[in-house]
């Protein structure tokens, strides 16, 4: 009889403990708790103030004041070692050309960040880098650097690469990702973007298009267009017009990944109203890349539209908010 009970007990004890892991307070308490809000008094607290350096930055916080308030927290927990802006302008290559400027967006969000070179990642200790921001780039990664950053992408490092860094960075590390397309061809447009209507409401698009509204982003001659090798496994986020289907074999701008996963990676923000438990739910050991096909710096691309900027520069945020939970997810105390 004693053991019909206790058999009944742990049966009991066994269901409440499921109901509680499947539960959202589950998902909150961990890793959530510990990745976005380590006191639960976070949610209770005022979010913190970050003025943009420009009007596109500031827009993005403002939008994000009400809604995604312990999203600005763990924003301004990112410190200059999370993210490294990798630029081959920086020696090896002094004065070497290049052709965005990633960091000046990055300055204007008012988020740290320490500037390494492509010769730097051949020996620098990633394990406590949320995110690599790669510029476009003609200068090509060593044997060394590449499977440095294989490791780092193995163990849940974020890639954030645009435009040419598709050739000389992202190819050599994820050679058979993507494949090149045409180059565009002069004039400089601005061309309307959409959200892939299949993956609109991608955590990474949280806020990129206001009330749905399509923007206008600058296309600039010499873009490298890129198509997908293959559709298992990738989301694309963000598509130009039809037309570049025509012009250039494909109207993707900007695709991002799970490294080493053919089941893709679309966590979705819809049905969530708790900020960045949004993101919780979907940690992984393997880390995420995201490509853009276009320049980042557009501020003086002569692209009047403000919407345009503010979206790449929510994007961004959006990726880097990401990585930096999944850095403190990585690294959080083992029981």
Known sequence: MNNKLNLMLLLILLLAGLTWVCSDTFFDGWPGSYCYAQEKEDKDTPAPKIKGGNDYAQKVYDGMTQARKIDLTTIARLQADDVLLVDAATPPNPGFFIRDKVQDVLRALKIPFTKVNHKDLETRDLKTVAALVVNCTEVSLSSQAVKNIKKFLSKGGYVFTTDWALDFFLLKVVPNSLKRGGIAQPPDQNITVNPDEKNK???????????????????????????????????????????????????????????????????????????????????????????????????????????????????????????????????????
């Open 201 to 335: 409401n991608h955590i990474f698009l949280r806020g990129v298009f206001p009330e749905g509204k399509n923007v206008s982003w600058r296309f600039r001659k010499g873009c490298r267009v890129f198509n997908l090798r293959k559709t298992k496994g990738f989301t694309v986020l963000v598509t130009g017009p039809k037309s570049m289907q025509k012009d250039y074999g494909s109207d993707i701008i900007a695709v991002t990944w799970r490294y080493g996963s053919k089941k893709g990676f679309n966590p979705s923000f819809t049905g969530y109203a708790k900020g960045s438990s949004d993101y919780v739910k979907k940690r992984s050991k393997k880390g995420v890349i995201l490509h853009v096909a276009s320049h980042y710096n557009q501020k003086n691309d002569g692209n009047s539209n403000v919407d345009a900027n503010r979206s790449m520069y929510q994007l961004l945020v959006n990726f880097l908010l990401d990585a930096k939970l999944n850095l403190m997810y990585r690294n959080r105390p083992k029981k």
